[in-house]
């Protein structure tokens, strides 16, 4: 029997073998930064900090942080790549940009080796969920200079899939694709998974009974970690749904394993994680929530060290039954600090909204639109009901889902159905955000 584990030696690690790599690894970042990067080694002098005083694991708290403004400012500083870079342009082999969804895309440079690690991290995420050598995969995105849609590919590729590349297709041709071939790993945003399935079923195609396949892991968004959106996902396809977490800054690091035991494992030999309390920034203990904070010890083209991620995450405090021993979060990134909202002195995350609406089966699509109406913040969410959904229905269904929101939030929202097919469908990340509100912090 083949081991459940690409690289058991780390996944299965003790954490005294674990905290003596992180620490060599630390060092060695630290060391390459401070040489290398100006952009570092002035954050470095600011702090009055050298590489010696980095000694342990625990130093880490030592170094500064970095956020994206900090880096965004560095390239409109210093263009097109800012003083952040370590290597020389030319020697790097990719350039990949963030999406650009809070703001300007940075741009970001890998090496050789850089891309080859990052790729197999990847492939180590890809292979917990189940995905193996004889699997079919189609990585359903349309590519352009976002990562984490190359990075699949070839982490695909490196556990020896075969591989249909489909990035220039339509999607009606991905479903006949879907039809015609054994294609049983599907890799997409959940909100493309769910129009694909959507568009087959206007056809009279049965996804879940005509298509082959078993896994499906989605990226580029949030969504198949909240449970609604993940039961609708595999539903359609009747297969295994898997949340992969990562970013173009920090790279792969966080994934669900086959066990779906609802833990998100941390690939924490690539990127060392400290979890902080929101207001004095000190680690939080199993069972806590905080600020994920990342450092990746290996990326050296563009070091990211103490990168505030801005998720908000929580320390589990119990182990998966899989048997990896790699430092573990409870569920997966429970929310954004940069996409949260106050309404009436509440904090209200976007995602919440959505594992309450995605509970009910008869919402196709919605839309929560932050607004103010006589002075009064009010949040207004519009609902696109499946066809199937009755015209009498929806009075009921305003009432049902207008009480599940304020038990959830805590608030009282508006709701209101909308005519079936009115609100558009994403195949990227989807923006089903609207703040009409002005001059409100968050």
Request: charged share 30%; hydrophobic share 35%; proline share 5%.
């Amino acid at each position: 029997m083949k081991s459940r584990f690409y690289d058991p030696e780390i996944e299965t690690a003790s954490k005294d073998a674990l905290r003596k790599m992180q620490a060599k690894k630390l060092k060695a970042i630290v060391r390459h930064a401070w040489k290398h990067s100006p952009f570092y080694r002035r954050k470095f002098e600011e702090a009055n900090l050298t590489p010696d005083k980095i000694r342990s694991r625990e130093d880490i708290s030592r170094l500064p942080f970095v956020t994206k403004e900090d880096l965004r400012k560095s390239q409109e500083a210093h263009p097109p790549w800012g003083d952040i870079l370590t290597i020389k342009p030319e020697e790097c082999q990719r350039v990949h940009l963030t999406s650009g969804t809070t703001g300007k895309p940075l741009k970001i440079l890998d090496t050789v080796e850089d891309w080859s690690k990052f790729c197999h991290i990847y492939a180590r995420n890809l292979y917990a969920y189940g995905i193996r050598q004889t699997d079919m995969a189609m990585p359903a995105f349309s590519f352009g200079p976002w990562i984490g849609f190359w990075a699949g590919y070839y982490a695909c590729q490196e556990i020896g899939c075969l591989l249909f590349a489909s990035g220039g297709m339509k999607t009606e041709q991905r479903v006949d694709a879907l039809l015609t071939y054994p294609i049983t790993v599907l890799g997409c945003t959940p909100s493309y998974a769910l129009h694909l399935a959507d568009l087959a079923g206007k056809s009279g195609i049965n996804l879940s009974r005509q298509a082959k396949i078993r896994i499906s892991w989605h990226t580029g968004e949030a969504g198949a970690a909240i449970p609604g959106v993940k039961k609708k996902i595999e539903e359609a396809y009747a297969c295994k749904c898997f949340d992969f977490l990562g970013s173009t800054e920090i790279g792969p690091w966080g994934f669900n394993c086959e066990f779906q035991s609802g833990l998100t494992h941390v690939n924490e030999d690539w990127a060392y994680p400290e979890v902080l309390d929101l207001v004095t920034d000190e680690p939080v203990g199993p069972g806590q929530r905080g600020e994920l904070v990342l450092t990746n010890l290996e990326r050296k083209a563009n070091p990211f060290l103490r990168y505030r991620s801005r998720d908000i995450v929580q320390v589990a405090d119990r182990k998966c039954p899989c048997g990896r021993t790699l430092f573990a979060l409870e569920g997966s990134v429970l929310g954004r600090l940069d996409d949260m909202k106050k309404v009436r002195g509440i904090i209200v995350y976007p995602s919440k909204i959505e594992e309450i609406v995605r509970g009910f089966k008869e919402v196709e699509e919605f839309q929560a639109v932050f607004k103010r109406i006589h002075d009064l913040d009010e949040v207004l969410i519009k609902i696109d009901p499946v066809p199937e959904v009755d015209r009498g229905a929806y009075a009921s269904l305003q009432e049902k889902m207008g009480k599940a929101l304020q038990i959830g939030l805590g608030i009282r929202t508006l709701v209101e159905i909308l005519k079936c097919g009115s609100l558009p469908k994403w195949d990227h990340k989807a923006k089903r955000v609207v703040d009409e509100r002005k001059d409100v912090l968050f």
